[in-house]
Protein backbone atom coordinates (compact mmCIF):
# COMPACT_ATOMS: atom_id res chain seq x y z
CA UNK A 1 0.00 0.00 0.00
CA UNK A 2 1.69 3.42 -0.83
CA UNK A 3 0.98 6.35 1.66
CA UNK A 4 2.21 9.33 1.52
CA UNK A 5 3.33 11.07 5.09
CA UNK A 6 3.49 14.57 6.34
CA UNK A 7 6.89 15.06 4.95
CA UNK A 8 5.72 14.02 1.54
CA UNK A 9 8.31 11.01 1.11
CA UNK A 10 6.49 8.65 -0.25
CA UNK A 11 6.95 4.62 1.11
CA UNK A 12 5.50 1.53 0.97
CA UNK A 13 4.71 0.25 4.19
CA UNK A 14 3.07 -2.95 6.00
CA UNK A 15 0.09 -2.76 8.02
CA UNK A 16 0.45 -3.28 11.45
CA UNK A 17 -1.24 -3.72 14.87
CA UNK A 18 -0.11 -2.04 17.24
CA UNK A 19 -1.19 -5.50 19.31
CA UNK A 20 1.37 -6.88 17.41
CA UNK A 21 4.33 -4.61 19.18
CA UNK A 22 2.60 -5.04 22.60
CA UNK A 23 1.41 -1.61 22.80
CA UNK A 24 -2.07 -1.17 24.61
CA UNK A 25 -5.33 1.44 23.70
CA UNK A 26 -6.76 3.39 26.24
CA UNK A 27 -9.81 2.01 26.83
CA UNK A 28 -9.28 0.09 29.57
CA UNK A 29 -6.58 2.50 31.15
CA UNK A 30 -9.01 5.49 31.18
CA UNK A 31 -12.09 2.90 32.63
CA UNK A 32 -9.61 2.10 35.39
CA UNK A 33 -8.88 5.65 36.14
CA UNK A 34 -11.58 7.56 35.91
CA UNK A 35 -12.73 4.65 38.41
CA UNK A 36 -9.67 4.77 40.55
CA UNK A 37 -9.44 8.66 40.67
CA UNK A 38 -5.90 9.05 39.14
CA UNK A 39 -4.62 10.55 36.02
CA UNK A 40 -2.45 8.17 33.26
CA UNK A 41 0.68 10.45 32.41
CA UNK A 42 1.10 11.43 28.88
CA UNK A 43 4.33 12.52 28.58
CA UNK A 44 5.68 13.78 25.11
CA UNK A 45 8.90 12.43 23.51
CA UNK A 46 11.44 13.61 20.55
CA UNK A 47 14.37 11.50 21.66
CA UNK A 48 15.93 8.73 23.16
CA UNK A 49 16.97 10.32 26.05
CA UNK A 50 13.34 11.29 27.05
CA UNK A 51 12.03 7.75 26.21
CA UNK A 52 14.59 6.12 28.45
CA UNK A 53 13.57 8.40 31.38
CA UNK A 54 9.91 8.04 31.08
CA UNK A 55 10.33 4.40 30.92
CA UNK A 56 12.69 4.18 33.74
CA UNK A 57 10.38 6.50 35.65
CA UNK A 58 7.52 4.04 35.06
CA UNK A 59 8.91 0.83 35.19
CA UNK A 60 10.17 1.72 38.65
CA UNK A 61 6.93 3.20 39.77
CA UNK A 62 4.52 0.57 37.78
CA UNK A 63 2.77 3.29 35.86
CA UNK A 64 0.49 2.89 32.88
CA UNK A 65 1.80 5.69 30.55
CA UNK A 66 0.96 7.15 27.15
CA UNK A 67 3.63 8.08 25.17
CA UNK A 68 2.88 10.76 22.79
CA UNK A 69 4.49 12.11 19.31
CA UNK A 70 3.87 15.66 18.01
CA UNK A 71 3.66 17.12 14.80
CA UNK A 72 6.83 18.65 15.87
CA UNK A 73 8.77 15.39 17.28
CA UNK A 74 7.71 13.96 14.07
CA UNK A 75 9.23 16.88 12.05
CA UNK A 76 12.48 16.75 14.17
CA UNK A 77 12.91 13.26 15.18
CA UNK A 78 10.94 11.23 11.88
CA UNK A 79 7.67 9.67 12.76
CA UNK A 80 8.89 6.26 11.52
CA UNK A 81 11.80 6.10 14.03
CA UNK A 82 9.59 7.62 16.94
CA UNK A 83 6.85 4.43 16.42
CA UNK A 84 10.13 1.85 16.45
CA UNK A 85 11.20 3.39 19.25
CA UNK A 86 8.44 3.31 20.97
CA UNK A 87 8.23 -0.12 20.48
CA UNK A 88 11.92 -1.21 21.51
CA UNK A 89 10.43 0.93 24.74
CA UNK A 90 8.11 -1.90 25.38
CA UNK A 91 10.97 -4.66 25.34
CA UNK A 92 13.46 -2.48 27.68
CA UNK A 93 10.24 -1.87 30.05
CA UNK A 94 10.21 -5.91 30.31
CA UNK A 95 14.55 -5.58 30.56
CA UNK A 96 13.86 -3.50 33.53
CA UNK A 97 12.11 -5.73 35.27
CA UNK A 98 8.48 -4.28 34.67
CA UNK A 99 6.91 -7.23 33.66
CA UNK A 100 3.25 -6.29 32.30
CA UNK A 101 4.62 -2.98 30.76
CA UNK A 102 0.73 -0.91 30.02
CA UNK A 103 2.13 1.16 27.13
CA UNK A 104 0.41 3.53 24.82
CA UNK A 105 1.75 5.03 21.59
CA UNK A 106 -0.28 8.27 20.92
CA UNK A 107 -0.42 10.74 18.18
CA UNK A 108 -0.46 14.09 19.95
CA UNK A 109 -2.54 16.94 17.93
CA UNK A 110 -3.12 14.85 14.81
CA UNK A 111 -4.46 17.62 12.23
CA UNK A 112 -5.71 15.34 9.51
CA UNK A 113 -8.07 12.09 9.02
CA UNK A 114 -4.88 11.14 6.33
CA UNK A 115 -2.43 11.71 9.50
CA UNK A 116 -4.26 9.35 11.69
CA UNK A 117 -5.10 6.62 9.42
CA UNK A 118 -1.55 6.23 8.81
CA UNK A 119 -0.11 6.43 12.50
CA UNK A 120 -3.23 3.43 12.79
CA UNK A 121 -1.69 1.72 9.82
CA UNK A 122 1.50 2.05 11.15
CA UNK A 123 1.08 1.16 14.99
CA UNK A 124 -0.27 3.87 17.34
CA UNK A 125 -2.80 2.64 19.24
CA UNK A 126 -4.22 6.11 20.13
CA UNK A 127 -4.63 9.13 17.85
CA UNK A 128 -5.80 12.48 19.06
CA UNK A 129 -7.79 14.07 15.85
CA UNK A 130 -7.47 17.86 17.09
CA UNK A 131 -10.62 19.30 15.24
CA UNK A 132 -10.65 22.25 18.10
CA UNK A 133 -10.12 24.82 15.64
CA UNK A 134 -12.90 24.51 13.48
CA UNK A 135 -16.05 25.43 13.11
CA UNK A 136 -18.51 22.69 15.44
CA UNK A 137 -19.85 20.56 12.99
CA UNK A 138 -16.69 20.15 10.86
CA UNK A 139 -14.97 19.21 14.11
CA UNK A 140 -17.70 16.51 14.27
CA UNK A 141 -17.58 15.49 10.62
CA UNK A 142 -13.48 14.83 10.85
CA UNK A 143 -13.39 13.38 14.59
CA UNK A 144 -16.15 10.69 13.49
CA UNK A 145 -14.58 9.96 10.16
CA UNK A 146 -11.33 9.50 12.29
CA UNK A 147 -13.22 7.31 14.91
CA UNK A 148 -14.97 5.27 12.47
CA UNK A 149 -11.43 3.56 10.47
CA UNK A 150 -9.72 3.67 14.11
CA UNK A 151 -12.21 1.90 15.66
CA UNK A 152 -12.44 -0.94 12.88
CA UNK A 153 -8.40 -1.30 14.15
CA UNK A 154 -9.57 -1.02 17.62
CA UNK A 155 -7.38 2.00 18.20
CA UNK A 156 -8.78 4.33 20.46
CA UNK A 157 -9.62 8.37 19.76
CA UNK A 158 -9.09 11.59 21.63
CA UNK A 159 -10.81 14.61 20.18
CA UNK A 160 -11.25 18.47 21.79
CA UNK A 161 -13.65 20.64 22.17
CA UNK A 162 -12.81 24.16 23.43
CA UNK A 163 -9.44 25.86 22.17
CA UNK A 164 -6.50 26.27 24.90
CA UNK A 165 -4.60 30.00 24.40
CA UNK A 166 -1.39 29.92 23.70
CA UNK A 167 0.58 27.62 20.96
CA UNK A 168 -1.45 24.10 19.62
CA UNK A 169 1.69 22.98 17.80
CA UNK A 170 1.72 25.35 14.90
CA UNK A 171 -1.84 26.62 15.02
CA UNK A 172 -1.84 29.65 17.87
CA UNK A 173 -4.59 31.13 19.75
CA UNK A 174 -4.12 34.60 21.37
CA UNK A 175 -7.20 33.55 23.98
CA UNK A 176 -8.56 30.31 25.46
CA UNK A 177 -12.32 29.91 24.63
CA UNK A 178 -13.60 27.02 27.52
CA UNK A 179 -15.61 24.06 26.41
CA UNK A 180 -19.01 24.85 26.34
CA UNK A 181 -20.44 22.06 28.83
CA UNK A 182 -23.81 22.38 26.59
CA UNK A 183 -22.41 21.06 23.65
CA UNK A 184 -20.72 17.62 24.99
CA UNK A 185 -23.10 15.56 25.24
CA UNK A 186 -23.89 15.61 21.46
CA UNK A 187 -19.88 15.93 20.14
CA UNK A 188 -19.27 12.88 21.87
CA UNK A 189 -22.69 10.90 20.64
CA UNK A 190 -22.12 11.90 17.41
CA UNK A 191 -17.96 11.52 16.90
CA UNK A 192 -18.61 8.59 19.08
CA UNK A 193 -14.62 9.48 20.46
CA UNK A 194 -13.47 7.68 23.25
CA UNK A 195 -11.58 10.82 25.28
CA UNK A 196 -12.14 14.63 25.11
CA UNK A 197 -9.79 17.07 25.95
CA UNK A 198 -11.31 20.39 27.30
CA UNK A 199 -10.36 23.98 27.52
CA UNK A 200 -10.52 24.97 31.82
CA UNK A 201 -8.03 27.51 31.36
CA UNK A 202 -4.57 25.17 30.72
CA UNK A 203 -2.60 26.11 27.72
CA UNK A 204 0.86 24.84 26.24
CA UNK A 205 4.22 25.89 26.98
CA UNK A 206 6.17 27.57 29.47
CA UNK A 207 4.29 30.86 29.69
CA UNK A 208 1.07 30.13 30.18
CA UNK A 209 -0.44 33.44 31.33
CA UNK A 210 0.53 37.19 31.07
CA UNK A 211 2.43 38.44 33.99
CA UNK A 212 -1.52 40.82 33.75
CA UNK A 213 -3.74 37.62 34.34
CA UNK A 214 -1.60 36.76 37.53
CA UNK A 215 -1.23 38.02 40.95
CA UNK A 216 2.14 38.44 42.51
CA UNK A 217 3.17 36.73 45.99
CA UNK A 218 4.49 39.84 47.62
CA UNK A 219 6.77 37.54 49.89
CA UNK A 220 8.85 35.80 46.77
CA UNK A 221 7.56 37.59 43.71
CA UNK A 222 6.65 34.98 41.92
CA UNK A 223 3.86 35.24 39.66
CA UNK A 224 0.09 33.71 41.02
CA UNK A 225 -1.97 32.16 38.02
CA UNK A 226 -5.46 32.44 38.18
CA UNK A 227 -7.18 29.23 38.98
CA UNK A 228 -8.46 26.38 36.42
CA UNK A 229 -12.05 26.88 35.82
CA UNK A 230 -13.24 24.05 38.00
CA UNK A 231 -16.58 24.82 37.56
CA UNK A 232 -16.83 24.31 33.70
CA UNK A 233 -14.99 20.62 34.32
CA UNK A 234 -17.81 20.09 37.22
CA UNK A 235 -20.41 20.55 34.44
CA UNK A 236 -18.79 18.65 31.70
CA UNK A 237 -18.51 15.93 34.21
CA UNK A 238 -22.44 16.28 34.79
CA UNK A 239 -23.18 16.12 31.24
CA UNK A 240 -20.64 12.76 30.79
CA UNK A 241 -20.36 11.08 33.81
CA UNK A 242 -17.41 8.65 33.62
CA UNK A 243 -16.51 10.07 30.69
CA UNK A 244 -12.87 9.95 30.47
CA UNK A 245 -11.69 13.88 30.35
CA UNK A 246 -7.69 14.77 28.88
CA UNK A 247 -6.13 17.93 30.14
CA UNK A 248 -3.40 19.41 27.54
CA UNK A 249 -1.26 21.87 28.47
CA UNK A 250 -0.74 20.65 31.66
CA UNK A 251 3.18 21.59 32.85
CA UNK A 252 3.32 23.38 35.97
CA UNK A 253 6.43 25.05 34.91
CA UNK A 254 8.54 24.19 37.92
CA UNK A 255 10.30 27.66 39.27
CA UNK A 256 13.37 25.82 40.42
CA UNK A 257 14.40 24.74 36.72
CA UNK A 258 13.20 28.06 35.52
CA UNK A 259 15.68 29.93 38.40
CA UNK A 260 19.07 26.96 37.00
CA UNK A 261 18.31 28.03 33.37
CA UNK A 262 18.47 32.07 34.33
CA UNK A 263 21.11 31.63 36.88
CA UNK A 264 23.35 29.67 33.85
CA UNK A 265 22.72 31.87 31.15
CA UNK A 266 19.27 31.55 30.20
CA UNK A 267 16.18 33.79 30.00
CA UNK A 268 12.58 32.75 30.67
CA UNK A 269 11.25 35.73 32.93
CA UNK A 270 7.99 35.27 33.97
CA UNK A 271 7.34 31.61 32.92
CA UNK A 272 4.63 30.50 34.79
CA UNK A 273 2.45 27.24 34.61
CA UNK A 274 -0.10 25.57 36.37
CA UNK A 275 0.03 24.67 40.02
CA UNK A 276 0.39 21.20 40.58
CA UNK A 277 -2.13 21.11 43.59
CA UNK A 278 -4.78 22.10 40.86
CA UNK A 279 -3.81 19.03 39.05
CA UNK A 280 -3.79 16.77 41.79
CA UNK A 281 -7.85 18.24 41.90
CA UNK A 282 -8.14 17.40 38.40
CA UNK A 283 -6.68 14.10 38.61
CA UNK A 284 -9.09 12.78 41.41
CA UNK A 285 -12.26 13.69 38.84
CA UNK A 286 -13.30 12.58 35.51
CA UNK A 287 -9.86 13.86 34.01
CA UNK A 288 -7.76 10.84 33.16
CA UNK A 289 -5.07 11.82 31.13
CA UNK A 290 -2.67 15.13 31.80
CA UNK A 291 -0.55 15.98 29.28
CA UNK A 292 3.09 17.43 30.26
CA UNK A 293 6.19 17.99 27.80
CA UNK A 294 7.37 21.63 28.96
CA UNK A 295 8.30 20.59 32.39
CA UNK A 296 10.57 17.79 30.14
CA UNK A 297 11.76 20.26 28.44
CA UNK A 298 13.05 22.42 31.77
CA UNK A 299 14.39 19.54 33.16
CA UNK A 300 16.54 18.67 30.61
CA UNK A 301 17.66 22.43 29.78
CA UNK A 302 19.06 23.05 33.83
CA UNK A 303 20.63 20.17 33.78
CA UNK A 304 22.52 20.99 30.86
CA UNK A 305 22.80 24.42 31.36
CA UNK A 306 24.29 23.72 35.04
CA UNK A 307 26.50 20.89 33.86
CA UNK A 308 27.71 23.43 31.03
CA UNK A 309 28.24 25.97 34.13
CA UNK A 310 30.25 23.60 35.93
CA UNK A 311 32.22 21.65 33.11
CA UNK A 312 32.71 24.24 30.57
CA UNK A 313 35.63 21.90 29.45
CA UNK A 314 33.05 18.73 28.34
CA UNK A 315 31.97 18.00 24.83
CA UNK A 316 30.78 14.25 24.78
CA UNK A 317 27.04 14.62 24.95
CA UNK A 318 26.48 11.94 26.87
CA UNK A 319 28.55 13.97 29.75
CA UNK A 320 25.80 16.46 29.59
CA UNK A 321 22.81 14.16 28.73
CA UNK A 322 23.18 11.51 31.55
CA UNK A 323 22.82 14.39 34.08
CA UNK A 324 19.59 15.75 32.43
CA UNK A 325 17.81 12.08 31.78
CA UNK A 326 18.40 11.61 35.19
CA UNK A 327 16.57 15.01 36.20
CA UNK A 328 14.01 13.93 33.75
CA UNK A 329 13.55 10.80 35.56
CA UNK A 330 13.19 12.65 38.82
CA UNK A 331 10.77 14.92 37.31
CA UNK A 332 8.54 11.86 35.92
CA UNK A 333 8.44 10.12 39.30
CA UNK A 334 7.57 13.26 41.24
CA UNK A 335 4.42 13.54 38.53
CA UNK A 336 3.67 10.23 38.76
CA UNK A 337 3.91 9.85 42.79
CA UNK A 338 2.37 13.74 43.84
CA UNK A 339 0.51 14.98 40.86
CA UNK A 340 -0.91 11.65 38.78
CA UNK A 341 -1.42 8.99 41.30
CA UNK A 342 -0.64 6.17 38.72
CA UNK A 343 1.64 4.84 40.68
CA UNK A 344 1.46 0.65 40.92
CA UNK A 345 -1.74 1.33 38.38
CA UNK A 346 0.36 -1.58 36.22
CA UNK A 347 1.80 -4.32 38.12
O1 LIG B 1 1.03 20.18 22.28
C1 LIG B 1 2.15 20.60 22.27
C2 LIG B 1 3.28 19.73 22.66
O2 LIG B 1 4.00 20.32 23.72
C3 LIG B 1 4.17 19.41 21.50
O3 LIG B 1 4.87 20.49 21.04
O4 LIG B 1 4.97 20.31 18.54
O5 LIG B 1 6.72 21.56 19.85
O6 LIG B 1 6.61 19.08 19.92
P1 LIG B 1 5.84 20.36 19.75
P1 LIG C 1 2.66 21.53 28.18
O1 LIG C 1 3.25 22.49 27.21
O2 LIG C 1 1.98 22.23 29.29
O3 LIG C 1 3.67 20.54 28.67
O4 LIG C 1 1.51 20.70 27.41
C1 LIG C 1 1.82 19.60 26.60
C2 LIG C 1 0.66 19.13 25.79
O5 LIG C 1 -0.47 19.48 25.99
C3 LIG C 1 0.94 18.18 24.71
O6 LIG C 1 -0.17 17.90 23.94
ZN1 LIG D 1 -1.53 19.51 23.71
Known amino acids: MIYTNVSLFCYIVMKVSFKDLGLVNTREMFAKAVKGGYAIPAFNFNNMEQL?????????????????????ARNYAN????????????????????????????????DSYELCKSCVDFG????MIDGSALPYDENVALTRKVVNYAHRHDVTVEAELGVLAGVEDEVSSEVSHYTKPEEVIDFVKKTKCDSLAI???????????????????????RLVPPPLAFNVLKAIEKKLPGFPIVLHGSSS????????????????????GIPEEQLRKAAKSAVCKINIDSDSRLAMTAAIRQHFTEFPGHFDPRQYLKPAREEMKKMYI??????????GKAR
Not at 253 to 272: R, S
Open 199 to 221: SIGTSHGAYKFKPEQCTRDPKTG
Open 334 to 343: HKILNVLGSN
Open 52 to 72: QAIIQACAETKSPVILQVSKG
Open 79 to 110: QTLLRYMAQGAVEYAKELGWKRPQIVLHLDHG
Open 124 to 127: FSSV
Open 253 to 272: VPQEYVDIINANGGKLPDAV
